[in-house]
């Protein structure tokens, strides 16, 4: 039997913009939690997985960024022990955007931060960006919110010649409407994304990030034997 091949997938996101939605889109169940709250809920990074088409896919799920209670660096260094923790590369970002809220320099600069810490701008062809909460968007309002994302200086540096990909994920929970048909409509359009986004995610042989990863866990690995090399010396002074 054919080995199945992995596709490491890593979301990132403002807490709110729709990371653990997608994630459960995607696995076709409730299993990360969503919140409506604006406060972050997903404390840590989490790891889900499913198969589709042959292929073993593997989400993280990350704390929101530009939380209230949670500094940029602390976030950074959550995802940064994460990784490795339990990956040894990653083949696709997925950076979540709400796309009712307002994007300013301001507001997208703790996303820079991360962008930056992973050295994702090496890595544009291998960014998704998710435009979420723009449910119904038509061509028009997603040419505008396009043009908002090249005049951005975070964004310009992965849009500008039409290196990252962009897609309009917007897709009510069905759970959270009231009426019938508008949870039948919100069901169609779970699947019409889910889809979409597969395909935006396809087999990638190349990966990102395990230089990092790597060069982390030697770091870690030098600090052990410095201490122990210490603590060596100091028994021996001792004596
Ligand atoms: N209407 C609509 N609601 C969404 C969409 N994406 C997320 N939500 C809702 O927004 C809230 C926050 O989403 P969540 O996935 O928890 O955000 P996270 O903090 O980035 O993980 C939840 O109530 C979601 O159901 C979307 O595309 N459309
Ligand atoms: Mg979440």
Known sequence: MAELKTQTIMIIGKTGSGKSRLINLLLKA????????????????KLYKFVDNGIIYE?????????????????????????????????????TLNGNEKLTN??????NNILEFLQLETYINHVVFCVAHADGWNGPTRDKF????????????????????????GAPDPDELEGDD???HAKKKEIAVRTNLLQ????????IVQDQIKQWRDEDIKKIIDTEFIKKKRRCTIL
């Open 200 to 207: 935006a995610l396809p087999l990638n042989s190349n990966t």
């Open 106 to 111: 301001e507001n997208t600069e703790v996303l």
């Open 30 to 45: 409730k299993s990360a939690e969503c919140y409506r709250s604006t406060n972050s809920i997903t404390k840590t990074c």
């Open 182 to 184: 508008d949870k039948e």
């Open 146 to 169: 396009n043009e908002t994302l090249s005049n951005n200086s975070t964004f310009n540096r992965f849009t500008s010649n039409g290196a990252a990909k962009i897609l309009y994920s």
């Open 59 to 95: 989400l993280i799920d990350t704390m929101g960024l530009a939380d209230t209670e949670e500094p940029p660096d602390t976030v950074v260094d959550k995802i940064k022990n994460f990784l490795k923790l339990n990956v040894n590369e990653i083949h696709w970002i997925i950076v």
